[in-house]
């Protein structure tokens, strides 16, 4: 069976981390923005300028209406296994917390869990195919 170039595919590793189009292993939080005001601008600056030799953070604005901002945490899945791959995004997970403690920054932020992360994926992969371990 020769594979579609163009699915996109979804495998669950854990409850809150995904292997995504087996480019990434990604994990999603949700950050609140109440406590922002008008302020999103520094905030979104100060995560853009975030860097870590083990995890990649891209910032999703597009809920910023409903008050909430995702972050995306992806670590590289070529050559790394999933035990590696989760280690590496906690090692990334701490020092952005660190990141945003020293900048003074403190966010409400929920980690997405489950059937959420696929519903945020879908969003923007319409075709989003899931795939067994």
């Known amino acids: 069976m020769e594979q579609n170039q163009f699915m996109t595919t979804y495998q669950i ?15 999603i939080w949700k950050m609140s923005l109440d406590a922002l ?6 905030l979104f600056d100060l995560l853009f300028g975030f860097d870590h030799p083990d995890m990649e953070l891209s910032v ?20 790394t296994p999933p035990d ?3 280690r590496r995004m906690d090692k990334g997970m701490i020092a952005l917390h660190e990141y ?5 920054v403190i966010q409400e932020c929920k980690l997405v869990t489950g059937e959420a992360i696929y ?4 969003r923007y992969n319409p075709g989003i195919t899931r795939v067994a371990k």
């Open 13 to 27: 590793i854990t409850e809150d981390m995904v292997l995504f189009n087996d480019e990434y292993y990604v994990n």
């Open 37 to 42: 005001g008008t302020e999103e601008s520094p």
């Open 60 to 79: 999703d604005v597009s809920a910023e209406v409903t008050g909430y901002w995702y972050l995306q945490c992806l670590v590289p899945a070529m050559m």
């Open 84 to 86: 590696m791959a989760k």
């Open 100 to 104: 945003l403690m020293e900048n003074q």
């Open 119 to 122: 519903d945020y994926l879908k």
